[in-house]
């Protein structure tokens, strides 16, 4: 009995204290572009940190920017949060251009991994044109100016930096960053990170926290199928592979009407690429050419050129490919590859097309009394210019072609034309 109450106090001793509650950190990963995508997972990362009542979130982040409306978005997630939302740049090589410097700065701690850079946050015209007025654009970029102002004086870091990273487009090594006091440090992986991060002092509203991250159980937010294919629709290679595949496959549709299936699978590629180039900064002058291509195609084998309009198709599609996308948004671009072997598939299908096209026209009939023209028969009787052949097994009515000589019955013949039901004729040989 003495034996089983000692055993009994160990186990009570071993157990640990029901007050004592295991300490998560909650990490969201957000790579590419800033979309109506990465803010969904950045709501869905905070609500399950605060569900679990982790100490803080990390969001580990590599972006070159994105649409506007998400970016404001995220920054506003970021501001209200009632837990602490670190955003830590990383792994080296990566960086936080534009959009991805406002949601930086918003943050309640802005970390860099070494062999990172940001900024370059001057805004860019996205959707249809591709550009702005200059009355416009100086709206646009004095509203950005003035909105990372806030951000910056909100949470004390250097404002004047950030106001000429909108207007200049400049850019900060991690070191620069830190010596400017755009982030708070910089940590070479995770473990280091978390290491600087405990114990440090964060405000909330009008609290100070103290991060308590030492040994914390790491919780990765993983992402759903439904989100890996909107995050991969946001790629500009993808868009561009669905545009020009949608448009193909209504081309193909119009050349064989009722096959159905090119047409639906073009209307679908269409209408993806079409979500996909909302949140890109593409040039309608570059969608135009690309249209204007298939167009040029098209009227090839309604009304043959014998190869200029082709030329131009493929001038037209070369260059509407590689002005698809703004030059202005400096790290977003189509992978010139793609190009290269999206116009060499596309051109080549539709010379092939074409080429089939313009045989067809120029082939002399097969059925009908027009198939008839360069068929070889027999005379069944003289003709002189009146007289009868036989020709595939039938007897026809035949003139003589003028100016030829008499033939005679048993003597190969060649018709030469149809007039009516009767054959204009002419000796074979």
């Not at 073009?266 to 570059?286: N, Y």
């Not at 598939?345 to 059925?367: C, D, E, G, L, M």
Request: aromatic fraction near 6%; proline fraction near 3%.
């Amino acid at each position: 009995m003495a034996k089983k109450k000692r055993m009994m106090a160990l186990l009570f001793i071993a157990a640990p204290s029901s007050g004592e509650e295991k300490k998560i950190v909650q990490i969201l990963k957000l790579e590419g572009l800033i979309s109506p995508v990465a803010a969904e997972r950045l709501d869905k990362a905070l609500r399950i940190a605060t569900e679990k009542k982790a100490e803080c979130l990390i969001v580990q982040l590599d972006t070159p920017g994105g649409l506007d409306t998400s970016m404001r978005q995220m920054v506003k997630t970021i501001m209200n949060s009632e837990i602490p939302i670190i955003v830590y740049i990383s792994p080296k090589g990566a960086r936080a251009a534009s959009a991805g410097l406002f949601i930086t700065l918003a943050s309640h701690i802005a970390v860099m991994a070494p062999g990172t850079n940001i900024g370059a946050a001057h805004p860019v015209a996205l959707g249809i044109g591709g550009g702005l007025s200059k009355e416009m654009e100086e709206k646009v970029v004095n509203d950005a100016s003035a909105y990372i102002k806030s951000i910056a004086q909100e949470r004390g870091r250097d404002v004047e930096w950030a106001e000429k990273a909108v207007r200049e487009s400049v850019s900060l090594t991690a070191e620069e960053a830190l010596e400017l006091g755009i982030i708070d440090f910089i940590a070479e992986d995770m473990e280091e990170l978390l290491e600087k991060l405990d114990e440090r002092s964060v405000q909330i509203a009008k609290t100070h926290l103290s991060l308590e991250v030492k040994g914390a159980d790491l919780d990765y937010t993983k992402m759903t199928f439904r989100e890996k294919v909107l995050q991969t629709l946001a790629d500009p290679n993808i868009a561009y592979i669905l545009l020009m595949v949608g448009i193909l496959g209504i081309a193909l549709e119009f050349f064989h009407p009722g096959v159905f299936l090119p047409g639906i699978s073009g209307a679908i590629c269409l209408i993806l690429s079409f979500f996909a180039l909302q949140i890109l900064p593409f040039s309608l002058a570059g969608l135009l050419l690309i249209i204007l291509a298939i167009v040029l195609f098209v009227l090839e084998v309604e009304v043959p050129s014998y190869g200029a309009l082709t030329i131009g198709g493929i001038i037209a599609l070369t260059l509407g490919s590689l002005m698809l996308i703004s030059p202005s948004a400096i790290y977003i671009s189509i992978s010139l590859k793609y190009i290269v072997t999206m116009v060499a598939v596309i051109s080549s299908i539709f010379i092939f097309i074409i080429s089939f096209a313009i045989k067809a026209q120029f082939r002399k009939p097969v059925t009908g009394l027009e198939g008839l023209v360069g068929s070889k028969g027999v005379a069944k009787s003289e003709i002189s210019p009146k007289g009868k052949i036989q020709i595939h097994g039938e007897i026809w009515n035949a003139l003589l072609e003028e100016g030829e000589e008499v033939i005679k019955k048993g003597e190969e013949v060649e018709v030469v034309k149809v007039e009516g039901m009767r054959l204009v004729v002419k000796k074979g040989g």
